[in-house]
C-alpha cells in the first residue's frame, strides 16, 4: 500500500471513529405550542471525549428558511456517560429572534419564548464538530382557547331566581317584623296587667273590677 493510500484510510477511520464518539439523540421530533406562551425543542449530545469542544451549534427555520440562533460551546465536562455539563458558551440570536430564543449548551435544546402562529413550521439543529450533523424538529402553534360566555337560557333563569327569592325575603321580614310587634304588645300589656291596669284580653276583667270599686264608694 502506497504511503497515500494509507493517509487516506488513517484519515478516514479517525473521522469515523470521532463520528462514533459523538451522538446525537432527539427525543421528541414533533412538539405543539401556544401562541404567547413558552416550548423547548429537545436535543441531548453525548461526547467519548472532551475533544470535541469547541463545537458549533446552530439552529436554523425552514419556514421560510432563517436563522435562529448560533452558538459555540466552548468547553464542558463530561459526566460517566459522556454528557457535558458545566458548560461554557457564546452565542448569537439573530436579529428576528432576539430576546426570543435560548440555547442550552448541556444539551444543545432550544428554548422559544412569546410563541406566534407564524412560527409553526421545521426547525433543524446541526453540529459541526469534525463532520456535519443535523437533526430537524416540527412545531406546531395553536391559538389561545376563547373562553365560553354563559348563554342567554342560564342567564334568564338566574334572573328569575333573583327574582322569585326577591318577594319571600319581604314576606319573611314582614312575617318577623309583626311578630316582634305582638310580642312587644303582649309585654306592655303584662306590665299593666301587674300594676291594675285593663289592656288587650285582660280589659273585661279590669273594667269589673272598677265598677265594683265605684259601686262600693257608693
Not at 56 to 80: A, E
Request: with cysteine; aromatic share 8%.
Amino acid at each position: 500500500m502506497s504511503p497515500q493510500s494509507c493517509a487516506a484510510v488513517c484519515l478516514s477511520l479517525t473521522l469515523v471513529g470521532r463520528n462514533l464518539g459523538f451522538l446525537v439523540e432527539i427525543p421528541q421530533d414533533a412538539v405543539t405550542g401556544t401562541v404567547g406562551q413558552s416550548v423547548l425543542l429537545p436535543v441531548s449530545y453525548r461526547c467519548n471525549s472532551t475533544s470535541c469542544f469547541p463545537m458549533s451549534i446552530k439552529w436554523t427555520f425552514d419556514h421560510p428558511l432563517q436563522r435562529t440562533i448560533s452558538c459555540v460551546v466552548l468547553n464542558c465536562s463530561l459526566d460517566d456517560g459522556g454528557a457535558p455539563k458545566y458548560c461554557s458558551k457564546k452565542c448569537y440570536p439573530y436579529p428576528a429572534y432576539w430576546g426570543r430564543v435560548e440555547l442550552f449548551p448541556e444539551n444543545a435544546s432550544l428554548l422559544l419564548q412569546d410563541l406566534q402562529l407564524s412560527d409553526s413550521g421545521v426547525y433543524n439543529v446541526s453540529f459541526l464538530q469534525h463532520q456535519r450533523q443535523s437533526r430537524h424538529i416540527t412545531l406546531t402553534v395553536l391559538e389561545q382557547p376563547v373562553p365560553t360566555e354563559p348563554s342567554s337560557n342560564s342567564t334568564s333563569e338566574g334572573a328569575g331566581r333573583i327574582a322569585t327569592c326577591i318577594p319571600c325575603c319581604i314576606l319573611g321580614g314582614c312575617y318577623c317584623f309583626i311578630l316582634l310587634l305582638l310580642q312587644l304588645l303582649f309585654h306592655l300589656c303584662w306590665l299593666r296587667g301587674g300594676r291594675g291596669e285593663a289592656c288587650g284580653c285582660c280589659w273585661g276583667e279590669g273594667s269589673q273590677r272598677a265598677g265594683a270599686a265605684r259601686a262600693g264608694a257608693e
